[in-house]
């Protein structure tokens, strides 16, 4: 593959080159739904001129570069630092000041094909699943109300297809009748309970799906057995859930967090090679894979979503619903009264804090930097944004 030259600010190699150069060869092999299309079109036209955007004009001397409008696919590697940063500010404002455990619950192999085979239902139970395990044992074990903030991947770092829900739940709970605050430290609670309930919760869901119809068309289940087969396996096997000691502080989980709630099935920072044949790309502690480029697009399109499908959930203390009366009592509980939540940044404002440039200024003079807004030269453009953004 024909590679572009690294320009400032961008890596060498990038996931939207390769979706320009092989996605008809992926659409040759295997029929992609309509949100896997849309997401593949968004990556190719990220920041290009087909998107239109805005010129930087320098005040004072004849310094100029353009700059092309994202795509703001959720699924784009390019898209996801901005939203990550807006998103933490957002959240800052009802955090509970305490800590917070990472929990995060997976399940078996063998559910693999079902749920790629009706994702949006099995990922909603797995999402219920969790949340109703959480709450079961904050009312039976701490009889409190935890708060739960639950984010769903669905990929390894190889790409490959493994759904999970990563939580992170306070460390401690709104007693019942709200009078007081209930710490937990330690550990929440025992990893093999929470997997054994989660066990249960997910496997009445899969019932229950199944009674509905939702699993008709499964070839695995044009045996009549095929069902009760499957649900024997699950039952038997122990059901891995990951708990982590309480995170120090807020500021620190919600970095954390951040990470994972706009976090993409792989960042154009980890290919490490791309060929005409090849792409190789890093997985963990320095370890890389290789595949050809219509398998790495193929594994790429299995972590798209469903369209619509919220992938960051909140339960408990952090439900909607509790905004204004349970967490807002939490908070009045505390035992020093929580930081006053970061101001909302500008686009530019959070930019420089992610990567030090100030696109207001001129890089040869220093001066003011004018933004002049460029004609979209397609009618696949959007319209661009009241304040202008990168």
């Excluded at 859930?241 to 951040?258: C, D, I, M, N, T």
């Excluded at 193929?298 to 369209?307: A, E």
Aim: aromatic share 8%; proline share 7%.
């Amino acid at each position: 593959m024909s590679m572009p030259r690294p320009t400032a600010g961008r890596t060498k190699y990038e996931i939207a080159d390769i979706v320009r150069e092989h996605r008809d060869e992926l659409e040759a092999l295997m029929p992609l739904r309509v949100e896997q299309r849309r997401a593949l079109e968004a990556m190719a036209l990220c920041r290009t001129a087909a998107l239109g955007g805005h010129l930087d004009r320098c005040s004072r001397c004849d310094f100029t570069r353009p700059s092309y409008n994202s795509c703001r696919n959720r699924h784009c590697p390019k898209c996801q630092a901005l939203a990550q940063e807006r998103w933490i500010h957002a959240r800052s404002e009802r955090v509970l000041p305490v800590g917070h455990f990472h929990v995060v619950f997976t399940v078996p192999s063998e559910l693999h094909p079902l749920m790629a085979f009706r994702r949006a239902e099995l990922f909603g139970a797995l999402f219920r699943a969790a949340a109703e395990t959480l709450a079961e044992l904050g009312r039976t074990k701490l009889e409190a109300t935890l708060g739960v903030t639950a984010v769903l991947h669905t990929w390894t770092r190889d790409l490959r297809f493994h759904p999970h829900v990563h939580c992170l739940v306070t460390a401690g709970g709104l007693a019942i009748g709200d009078s007081r605050w209930l710490p937990r430290s330690g550990f929440l609670f025992p990893a093999r309970v929470l997997g054994a309930l989660l066990r249960g919760k997910m496997m009445d869901g899969i019932r229950r799906l199944h009674r509905d119809g939702a699993f008709v068309d499964f070839d695995a289940f044009d045996d009549p057995e095929g069902f009760a087969r499957l649900m024997q396996t699950l039952a038997k096997h122990r059901w891995v859930v990951y708990s982590k000691e309480p995170f120090a502080s807020p500021e620190h989980l919600f970095r954390y967090l951040g990470r994972y709630t706009h976090r993409v099935g792989i960042a154009n920072s980890r290919l490490v090679e791309v060929g005409a044949d090849h792409v190789t790309f890093l997985t963990k502690d320095g370890r890389t894979t290789t595949l050809t480029p219509v398998e790495f697009l193929r594994r790429l399109v299995q972590h798209i979503l469903p369209p619509g499908f919220v992938k960051i959930r909140h339960y408990g203390l952090y439900a909607g619903a509790n905004v204004g009366t349970r967490l807002a009592r939490a908070h009045e509980l505390m035992p020093s009264p929580p930081e006053a939540p970061a101001l909302a940044k500008t686009w530019y404002e959070l930019l420089l804090a992610l990567v030090g440039h100030d696109v207001r200024v001129c890089p040869t003079c220093g001066a003011e930097v004018l933004l002049c807004p460029l004609p979209s030269p397609q009618p696949v453009a959007r319209a661009p944004p009241t304040e202008l953004r990168p």
